[in-house]
């Protein structure tokens, strides 16, 4: 297999949670410790930043690798979902893993794992933990992708864990309160290890006291930290939400015993993108018109986005907007603006809202526009009808991001 049918083997022999939702959860981590058992526990041969949280764990575990590349470490980075191609998943100092790589690790040994049935994330979680190590990373920051107590990823033994806040996502897995979600994320903290709590509520503060007691974890709540007068940087992520995730990155940082220089810290906040290759964090795409897209897919997410929107200076506001189907979309489109412009669409994924449907609950509101069955056809509208002082906002879905990135240089091009 060459390397596209090696993706499209590892897309459609195992359980994806992207694609089909609910059906690819696995609970349990039997299939992880075999796994991590075949490939001789790789995890245990660099030290790990464990980083879970509803919102702004990405932003927050690019930005913690590039300040550890700035200290000089090799670092290996492993995130999900990916926006345009699967390698972005999981990278050393911000360098996708080698096609040829992925290629064989899959013809290698999927005569241990096809008997497994493992899901999606189970098989990619062992293959980053096995090629950080054979890669010689010293330090990989490693992001949870769903929950914590019972992600695969928790297998580590961390020198940090980070919690970077809680809100209501994914509840058909964590629960239908705060306290229960937060209870699924503060199943990352580990014994006499250090966590980082970014943002808290009472609800959610008791919980993580109550957890880091019992494992005798030191606990710091980012709320309370105190930011260093003499630093002086800026921070390249423009998001307004990113004064949160800012705040839990200087703290988190403060208790990693590899970071050493205010100057590092400066220096991998004012070029995360350009270490790590970060994308979809309020990215600029366009000048004239202005055209931005961004990740946020929740209600948490968007109780910032939605402020940030409304507060661009332009003559008019364009909306290319789109959601998949665990998400509370009625909750998030009560947060949109009514003197916009919509231009309803769905990503190529089995679990988006169809266009037609999200448009028909932009009408209850009152939010006119028109619905497009491609992301690429609702962009080339959004464009067409624009003055150059407009402002196009492209989101709702990762995986609207995700499929106007993948064709954006053949539309510009």
Known sequence: MNYQETVNYLFNSTPVFEHVGASAYKEGLANTLALDEHFCHPHRHYQTIHVAGTNGKGSCSHTLAAILQAEGYRVGLFTSPHLVDFRERI??????????????????????????????????????????????????????????????????????????????????????????????????????????????????????????????????????????????????????????????????????????????????????????SLMGRWQKLHEHPTVVCDTGHNVGGWEYLSRQIKAQPCRHLHIIFGMVDDKDIDAVMDMLPADATYYFTQAQSKRAIPAERVAAKGRERHLMGTSYPHVRDAYEAALHHSHADDFIFVGGSSYVVADLLSTYDKMTG
């Open 91 to 276: 990278r050393i100092n911000g360098e996708c893993i080698p096609e040829q790589y992925v290629v064989d690790f899959v013809q290698q040994e999927r005569h241990f794992f096809e008997p497994l049935h493992p899901s999606f994330f189970e098989l990619t979680t062992a293959m980053a933990f096995k090629y950080f190590r054979d890669m010689g990373v010293e330090v990989a920051v490693i992001e949870v992708g769903l929950g914590g107590r019972l992600d695969c990823t928790n297998i580590i033994s961390p020198t940090l864990s980070v919690i970077t806040n809680i809100s209501f996502d994914h509840t058909q897995f964590l629960g239908n309160t705060l306290a229960q979600i937060a209870r699924e994320k503060a199943g990352i903290i580990k014994p006499h290890t250090p966590v980082v709590v970014g943002e808290s509520t009472i609800e959610t503060r008791t919980v993580f006291e109550a957890v880091a007691q019992e494992k005798n974890a030191p606990l710091f709540f980012a709320e309370e930290f105190a930011i260093p007068e003499d630093m002086d940087f800026d921070f390249e992520l423009k998001g307004s939400y990113q004064q949160k995730n800012r705040r839990t990155i200087l703290c988190a940082a403060s208790h990693i015993p590899l970071i050493h220089s205010h100057e590092s810290i400066c220096y991998g906040m004012a070029h995360v993108v350009e270490l790590t």
